[in-house]
């Protein structure tokens, strides 16, 4: 059995806890690499020492990961029997204690596919697939409604923005699903060491893709093609990879199978082993290929949206992106594929191939931190430009009116940037709230005094709702004293807050209420300091006052502390 991590086990405990108080469709979003498999296979293990004999089952969409899923439970969970649904493998009744299920053989219309079934947990692995009208719908109607479920998945967003969120009742909004539970995000992950630090480049080409349309909230499939399918970029983009990545084990990604091809081909041109997969072949075939490249047989790997979801490959030390998106889930889980650690450490190198669009946001390494696109990393990770972002605090929601072009420019946007823009309430704030609530990325955030330092902030998780957590230094740790989560839409979620953090803590509205005496007096000597340490000029902080000057610094040390 494998040992759970830190962050495992707070996940687990927080899915069982969603569960005892009545959840019954729950969330679990964790970085890619960070074990969602370990985490769910926990569970099952929990529920069967606890008493829960009823099966479980567990839902997948591509054959990988049904496979992966099902050695991953047979290793984590021994003793229990382990089968398969999919095709002509089917499970006779009492024959499994787990089921892994394809989406496609059992959420079919009428089938009775595992009529048999009563499962007491159901888990949908890849869950953003689920919306409402889909085989995942039919399925969790057939066995999820008096059982409690479980969604995973390295990312909640859809390229076709389409709701994933259900109200806690059942009644529709939209979506399938009631709660996000625990999120474990790639930053996190690659700070506490579990995932191997990115670093990005970025080739940039002349070909136009502003003549490209968009389908389902991503580039049109055949005019992307059509536009980059072209020898001389891929070429300029090996030429990149022989720069910076030479002698890595590299993914590459085509917009198609011709494109996947034809990148293959390139590199062999140029005396790198390298092989295209795509989902044309039969599985033999692609396994046969996915083992050499294990192996280090084949050094590059080429594909067209074969190696996005549940592939593992944790000595993969370079992504090489030809494939334009808009996207960012989708640039993410291919990112992801070298985010695993490797035998003997070291970091994995993205190459981004980035083309030129006056239309369309592109998907890039920096938008995994919500960066401007077009921002050249420069060759630094995603660590560095994460403290550059924490750098700028609050004042980072307005990067991309300034459009930053290189990491160097990042350093200097903080001075460029008018933060008295966004040291004031927001409208919505001054029209609903009693509080100075102040906006932070992610939310808003008020300090709420103390001596024992207390905060409150309020945050979207995955599916949209609003979280609100308060908090307080006790014996010199924040914890967590309080969190709920409230309504979707922000007024009545501002209002909740304000009556959630005053029925708390009654004498906050001495400190954060937005009409405080404190706020129109002149900026204390410790707030004068820590400005200028800054480097705001006394001219600048002459025209600040209390309240002004500590918008400043609570914005930018909550933006630092997220």
């Known amino acids: 059995m494998q040992a759970l991590r830190p962050y495992q086990e707070e996940a687990l405990q927080a899915i069982l806890a969603a569960r005892a108080r009545g959840v019954q469709r729950a969330v679990l979003v964790a970085s890619v690499g960070s074990g ?16 829960n004999t009823r099966e479980a089952l567990i839902v997948a969409h591509r054959e990988e990961l049904l496979a992966q899923a099902a050695e991953r439970t047979r290793q984590n969970c021994p003793g229990l029997r382990v089968a398969i649904e999919q095709g002509p493998q ?47 719908e039919r399925v969790l109607d057939r066995f999820g409604e008096t059982a409690f479920t479980l969604g995973v998945t390295g990312t909640m967003k859809r390229l076709d923005r389409v709701s994933l969120h259900r109200a806690a009742n059942g009644q ?39 003549g490209v349309g968009t389908t389902a909230g991503d580039f049109n499939q055949a005019e992307l093609a059509a536009a980059v399918v072209a020898e001389a970029r891929t070429e300029r983009a090996v030429d990149h ?26 590199f062999k041109a140029r005396g790198v082993p390298a092989e295209a997969v795509d989902g044309t072949m039969d599985s033999d075939k692609r ?68 083309d030129l669009t006056t239309r369309h946001d592109l998907a890039t390494v920096p938008a995994i931190l919500d960066l401007p696109a077009g921002l050249d990393l420069e060759g630094r990770t995603l660590s560095e430009a ?16 300034y459009a930053p072009k290189t990491f160097s420019e990042l350093q200097t946007v903080l001075r ?17 709230a009693r509080l100075a609530w102040l906006s932070v990325p992610g939310g808003y955030y008020v300090s709420c005094g103390g001596a024992d330092r207390r905060e409150a902030r309020l945050e979207r998780d995955a599916l949209g709702n609003w979280r609100l957590r308060l908090s307080a230094l006790m014996a010199g740790r924040r914890e967590v004293v309080e969190e709920k989560h409230l309504a979707a839409e922000t007024p009545p979620a501002l209002r909740a807050a304000d009556a959630a953090v005053l029925g ?59």
């Not at 992504?319 to 650690?341: C, D, H, K, N, V």
């Not at 460029?416 to 609903?432: G, K, N, T, Y």
Request: aromatic share 8%.
């Open 386 to 401: 994460a403290k550059g972002l924490d750098e700028l605090g609050a004042a980072a929601g307005f990067l991309k009116d």
């Open 241 to 266: 990879w022989f720069d910076v990545a030479e002698g890595r084990q590299t993914i590459a990604f085509g917009v198609n199978v011709a494109h996947a091809h034809q990148i293959a081909e390139t």
């Open 416 to 432: 460029q940037i008018d933060l008295f823009r966004c040291v004031e309430p927001a409208p919505e704030v001054r029209r609903v």
């Open 36 to 51: 969602k498999t370990t985490v769910f296979t926990a569970l099952i293990r929990a529920l069967r020492e606890g008493g």
């Open 90 to 136: 089917q499970v006779e009744e009492g024959a499994a204690d787990v089921v892994v299920a394809s989406v496609q053989t059992i959420g079919r219309k009428g089938t009775a596919r595992l009529g048999w079934l009563r499962p007491g947990l159901v888990i949908v692995d890849e869950m953003h697939h689920a919306i409402p009208g889909s085989s995942y």
């Open 504 to 562: 708390r803590w009654p004498d906050a509205q001495w400190v954060a209420g937005q009409h405080a005496r404190w706020r129109k007096q002149p900026p204390s000597e410790k707030q004068t300091a820590l400005l200028t340490r800054w480097g705001y000029s006394e001219e600048v902080i002459r025209t600040m006052d209390k309240g002004t000057a500590s918008g400043v610094i609570t914005q930018r040390l909550a933006g630092a502390g997220r």
């Open 172 to 210: 529709a909004m939209g979506g399938l699903w009631e709660e996000v539970v625990y999120e474990y995000p790639i930053r996190r992950a690659i700070e506490e060491g579990y995932l191997c630090p990115l670093r990005g480049y970025r080739v940039q080409t002349d070909v136009d893709l502003s």
């Open 287 to 354: 396994a046969a290929i996915m083992d050499r490249y294990r192996r280090g047989e084949t050094l590059v790997l080429a594909n067209c949206m074969i190696v996005t979801e549940g592939a593992d490959f944790p000595e993969t030390a370079c992504i090489l992106m030809l494939r334009p998106t808009q996207s960012w889930s989708l640039f993410s889980q291919m990112a992801g594929r070298g985010l695993r650690l490797k035998t003997g450490g070291g970091d994995c190198v993205v190459i981004d191939v980035v």
